[in-house]
């Protein structure tokens, strides 16, 4: 028995934002989920306390937006059951109440993201993003006109009031530097009129990446901030005066921004704060006390804990995974630790086909590894790649992994030097070396497997998206350890990509590969585009045609590379898909269609998908 494509797609994704709101009655949560089956649209859900769930937004609304293309915070439940939240199709921000759903801002270019509700104000914070301009904005939440407070950064989030509502506190930075990079948490004086004076930068600079801000009291921050090399958890005071450390040991209590609005820290109403903290191998949730320094974790059995957390009433919403269990809302007291899974659960496979990861190092590389199921001695392997790519894999259930681990392949997880989850100086190994360090930790890896006898030296693939689809062209032009690659929605000519791509990622290879025009010649020795000749086996190539961070051109071009030079190809694209797979039919034909190459690279046989051609087979 195997894991079908159906049950991957149905299970495909998770929870992305998550709230609780006290009320008299007891706690309730808020969510958002995917709907594959609904075209992959964003629902989001209210659970009451009395343990009932109401899907908030109807059919044919969708609780996403753009902005930075990958999106941010996206809604924020109001007092008394309402909804404010940002609309795909129009990119709009809307009020729901009731069956009642008016726009709050006007059609046009406007995107919006990472709202917030400040509280003892009628009225919804955003970023706003229109072309490459961003600045936040107040839109009441009557419908009245729209009020800029700030446009101080090429790049803004983590708008936030003080409780006297004399102050605001925000997060920007600018080109070239990404958010974790480099970021200034920055407070201003918030006027009679509702807009920041000038402002001051309390924490963070070129080389220091803060990742989070909340208010303490009028005069102190609480800030996620990385000047050990660690995201800690800093107390900044606003006159001057030394900040201190509460956090101080080599553990992440933040993440790469990614997406404007992610949380790892909540204050609760008795002043304890809740963290998400770790490593990429294990995720903690936990209660930090910031006057004695005292950690306590909380939160069971799981393995890993996502970027999202609230706290009220005496209990964290929050959004944890097990090895055996996918990504679900939970509800835990901060008390006793009690774990109360409060989202629908997903249906699952049998126990006995879920692979049980290990964590290992191979050579100073982090990787997770999910053994094939009924496999004596070497077996095929797949080097799975993350995007970003300053990004990483937990350990915890992903059906896509079992989907080919219960059909005998091994699947490697690596997160290869640039991934995070382990500090700025592991982080920090692929500046000026993408397509250089990311190719050799993957190759390392699966040598190594090769070496303990787990994988097979003959059957060894990559396969990741985005960047990790960078990683698995350039792996397959500039080693010869793969004897083929899966390349989803992926980047293989760094020169041209980072002239077409969007405004947040334009400068992002300047300190991946270096500034242009002066290391051109690095761009072009690691192009897998201008390398195709080099390629060690076959590769398939999988695109969105709605792609606006990775053109399907980066795919179209690198194929006719490969049929130029007589390499085995095939390339497969999905209308109405963006950068990722979100519909439950592309998310079966992409997994049929990627186990089918598998089983011609490895010489499997695969009666249950359809056949796959490649181009250039004899």
């Given at each position: 028995m195997?894991?079908?494509?159906?049950?991957?797609?149905r299970t495909?994704?998770g929870?992305?934002?998550?709230?609780?709101?006290?009320?008299p009655?007891g706690?309730e949560?808020w969510w958002?989920?995917?709907?594959?089956h609904?075209?992959?649209?964003?629902?989001?859900?209210?659970?009451?306390?009395?343990g009932?769930?109401?899907?908030?937004?109807?059919p044919?609304w969708?609780?996403?937006n753009?902005?930075?293309?990958?999106?941010?915070?996206?809604?924020?439940?109001?007092?008394?059951?309402?909804?404010?939240?940002t609309?795909?199709?129009?990119?709009?921000l809307?009020r729901?109440d009731?069956?009642?759903?008016?726009?709050l801002?006007p059609?046009g270019p406007?995107?919006?993201?990472?709202l917030?509700?400040?509280?003892g104000?009628?009225e919804?914070w955003?970023v706003?993003?229109?072309?490459?301009?961003?600045?936040?904005?107040?839109v009441?939440l009557?419908?009245?006109?729209?009020?800029?407070?700030?446009?101080a950064?090429?790049?803004?989030?983590?708008?936030?009031?003080?409780?006297?509502?004399r102050?605001?506190?925000?997060?920007?930075?600018?080109?070239?530097?990404m958010p974790?990079d480099?970021?200034?948490?920055?407070?201003a004086?918030?006027?009679?009129d509702g807009?920041?004076?000038?402002y001051?930068?309390v924490a963070?600079?070129?080389?220091?990446?803060?990742?989070?801000?909340?208010?303490?009291?009028?005069a102190?921050?609480?800030?996620?901030?990385d000047?050990?090399?660690w995201?800690?958890?800093?107390?900044?005071?606003?006159?001057g005066?030394p900040?201190?450390n509460l956090?101080?040991?080599e553990l992440e209590?933040?993440?790469?921004a990614?997406?404007?609005?992610l949380?790892c820290?909540?204050v609760?109403e008795?002043?304890?704060l809740?963290?998400?903290?770790?490593?990429?191998d294990?995720?903690?949730l936990?209660v930090?006390?910031?006057e004695t320094?005292e950690?306590?974790?909380?939160?069971?059995?799981?393995t890993h804990?996502?970027?999202t957390?609230s706290?009220?009433?005496?209990?964290?919403?929050?959004?944890?995974?097990?090895?055996?269990?996918p990504l679900?809302?939970?509800?835990?007291?901060?008390?006793d630790?009690?774990?109360?899974?409060?989202?629908?659960?997903?249906?699952l496979?049998?126990?006995?086909?879920?692979?049980?990861?290990e964590?290992l190092?191979?050579e100073g590389?982090?990787?997770?590894?999910?053994?094939?199921?009924?496999?004596?001695?070497p077996a095929p392997?797949?080097?799975?790649?993350h995007g970003?790519p300053?990004?990483?894999?937990p350990?915890?259930l992903?059906?896509e992994?079992?989907?080919?681990t219960?059909?005998?392949i091994g699947v490697?997880?690596?997160?290869?030097g640039?991934?995070?989850?382990y500090?700025?100086?592991y982080?920090e190994?692929?500046r000026?070396?993408?397509g250089?360090?990311?190719?050799?930790?993957?190759?390392?890896?699966?040598r190594g497997?090769v070496?303990l006898g787990?994988?097979?030296a003959a059957?060894?693939?990559?396969?990741g998206g985005?960047?990790?689809?960078?990683?698995?062209?350039a792996?397959?032009?500039?080693s010869?350890?793969?004897?083929?690659?899966?390349a989803h929605?992926?980047?293989?000519d760094?020169?041209?990509w980072?002239?077409?791509?969007?405004?947040?990622?334009?400068?992002?290879?300047?300190?991946?590969?270096?500034?242009?025009p002066?290391?051109?010649q690095?761009?072009?020795?690691?192009?897998?585009?201008?390398?195709?000749?080099?390629?060690s086996?076959?590769?398939l190539?999988l695109?969105?045609?709605?792609?606006?961070?990775v053109?399907?051109?980066?795919?179209?071009?690198?194929?006719?590379?490969?049929e130029?030079?007589?390499k085995?190809?095939?390339?497969?694209?999905?209308p109405?898909?963006q950068?990722?797979?979100?519909?439950e039919?592309?998310?079966?034909?992409v997994?049929e269609a990627?186990?089918?190459?598998?089983?011609l690279?490895?010489d499997?046989e695969?009666?249950?998908?359809?056949p796959?051609?490649?181009?250039g087979r004899?």
């Open positions: 195997s894991i079908r494509p159906i049950d991957v797609a495909d994704g929870p992305q934002w998550v709230e609780a709101v006290a009320t009655a706690v949560v958002d989920e995917p709907r594959p609904e075209g992959g649209r964003r629902c989001v859900v209210r659970r009451l306390p009395d009932s769930r109401t899907d908030v937004l109807p044919g969708n609780a996403r753009r902005v930075i293309e990958y999106g941010g915070r996206s809604w924020r439940p109001l007092p008394g059951g309402g909804l404010v939240f609309n795909w199709a129009d990119q709009r809307y729901l009731g069956p009642s759903i008016v726009p801002t059609e406007s995107r919006y993201a990472d917030y509700l400040p509280p104000r009628d919804v955003a706003r993003e229109i072309e490459d301009v961003r600045d936040l904005v107040a009441p009557d419908g009245g006109p729209l009020r800029v407070i700030t446009k950064h090429h790049f803004l989030m983590n708008p936030r009031i003080s409780p006297d509502g102050n605001v506190a925000w997060i920007g930075w600018e080109h070239p530097n974790w480099g970021t200034e948490l920055c407070v004086p918030l006027g009679e807009t920041a004076g000038p001051r930068v963070g600079g070129p080389r220091e990446s803060v990742a989070q801000a909340e208010w303490r009291d009028d102190t921050l609480y800030a996620v901030t000047p050990t090399g995201w800690n958890v800093h107390l900044v005071p606003l006159d005066s900040g201190r956090t101080p040991m209590f933040g993440a790469a990614w997406k404007p609005g949380t820290l909540a609760a008795d002043g304890r809740v963290v998400v903290y770790g490593t990429a294990h995720r903690r936990g930090l006390g910031p320094g950690l306590r974790e909380i939160g069971g059995a799981a804990w996502s970027s957390v706290v009220a009433g005496g209990k964290a919403a929050a959004v944890g995974a097990t090895p055996y269990t679900e809302v939970t509800l835990v007291d901060l008390g630790g009690a774990a109360e899974v409060v989202s629908a659960r997903k249906p496979p049998a126990r006995d086909l879920l692979p049980t990861p964590a190092t191979i590389v982090h990787a997770h590894l999910y053994p094939p199921a009924r496999v004596t001695g392997y797949v080097i799975f790649v970003g300053t990004g990483n894999l350990i915890m992903d059906l992994i079992a989907y080919f219960s059909r005998g490697a997880v690596v997160n290869y640039g991934s995070t989850g500090g700025r100086a982080r190994r692929l000026d070396q993408w250089v360090v990311d190719v050799q930790d993957c190759a390392r890896v699966a497997l070496e787990r994988a097979d059957k060894l693939a990559i396969r985005s960047a990790g689809g960078w990683t698995t062209v792996a397959l032009v500039h010869d350890v793969f004897a083929g690659g899966v929605y992926a980047i293989t760094p020169e041209s980072a002239a077409e791509t969007h405004d947040f990622e334009s400068r992002y290879l300047d300190g991946l590969v270096g500034p242009l002066e290391t051109r690095r761009y072009t020795e690691r192009s897998p585009l201008l390398n195709a000749f080099r390629a086996g076959p590769c190539m695109h969105g045609l709605e792609d606006a961070i053109d399907v051109g980066q795919a179209e071009r690198f194929t006719a590379e490969l130029k030079h007589g085995e190809w095939a390339l497969l694209t999905f109405g898909e950068h990722g797979w979100r519909r039919e592309t998310i079966v034909a997994l990627e186990l089918a190459f598998y089983g690279i490895f499997m695969t009666p249950e998908v359809p796959l051609t490649l181009k004899a």
